[in-house]
């Protein structure tokens, strides 16, 4: 049977990555981009979920959540400014993910099938970030506490969750950040001596989507050059 997975945020970086590691097998594949509607928007999410559904034919069996901003929000911005700022990034990486998994998890109960979820996390949930990027690390730890949530509580149904932790990744997102931040010397505090690139994370996603076991439901995998390890 072929798999059909939906793929947020899948136009670049790790997502265009996941989309291109998940070619050649047997899988439909519905990225998202963008361009598919401002995930800050509440209504969005569901509209992705329902036109994802459509053009895949009734039926999704695996979920990736990718998309997330990556804005810096500094804390002496006014105080409507960083509260915008919060709520935003909020709103992308952390509120559109879990509408996404519970229209997935509704959809899998609905059908009696089994199903995953691949949540795109970060390092910054566990080691946290920069001053004006603690509402990344925030959004990110939430993530990671949802999928822990979904595994422990849908086990018994076969729906699994994963969460997937990059470090730095040679994404356009990373790119800027590491020259904000002095480049060379943040790659001192990376041992593997390099970012990660987005094809590792993909391999990683696709391990997750098509190969882990069930009783790996609820892992949280890093992937960031042993720049910090648990």
């Known amino acids: 049977m072929t798999l059909h997975i939906l793929v947020t945020g899948g136009s670049r970086g790790i997502g265009a990555a996941v989309v291109d590691e998940l070619s050649d097998d047997n899988v439909l594949v519905h990225a998202t981009s963008s361009a598919h509607g401002d995930l800050s928007d509440p209504t969005v999410p569901s509209e992705i979920w329902h036109n994802a559904l459509q053009e895949m034919g009734g039926r999704i069996d695996v979920l990736v959540?990718?998309?997330?901003?990556?804005?810096?929000?500094?804390?002496?911005?006014?105080?409507?400014?960083?509260?915008?700022?919060?709520?935003r990034t909020m709103a992308i990486n952390l509120t559109a993910s879990a509408q996404l998994c519970r229209l997935a998890i509704l959809h899998w109960q609905a059908l009696g099938q089994e199903g995953r979820i691949i949540n795109v996390a970060s390092r910054a949930a566990y080691r946290g970030d920069s001053p004006a990027h603690w509402h990344y690390a925030a959004?990110?730890?939430?993530?990671?506490?949802?999928?822990?949530?979904?595994?422990?509580?849908?086990?018994?149904?076969?729906?699994?969750a994963f969460?997937?932790?990059?470090?730095?990744?040679?994404?356009?997102?990373?790119?800027?950040?590491?020259?904000?931040?002095?480049?060379?010397?943040?790659?001192?505090?990376?041992?593997?001596?390099?970012?990660a690139m987005p094809d590792e994370v993909a391999t990683l996603v696709r391990f997750c989507a098509l190969e882990a076991?069930?009783?790996?439901?609820?892992?949280?995998?890093?992937?960031?050059?042993?720049?910090?390890?648990?």
């Open 163 to 195: 969460a997937i932790c990059p470090g730095f990744t040679m994404t356009g997102m990373a790119e800027d950040y590491l020259a904000s931040r002095g480049g060379d010397k943040l790659l001192a505090d990376i041992p593997l001596g390099r970012v």
């Open 139 to 160: 959004s990110k730890a939430g993530m990671v506490a949802m999928t822990k949530s979904i595994a422990r509580g849908f086990a018994a149904q076969q729906i699994y």
């Open 65 to 87: 959540n990718n998309a997330g901003v990556f804005e810096a929000n500094p804390i002496d911005l006014s105080d409507i400014e960083w509260l915008d700022g919060w709520e």
């Open 213 to 230: 076991p069930p009783s790996m439901t609820g892992a949280v995998l890093d992937i960031n050059g042993a720049s910090y390890v648990r």
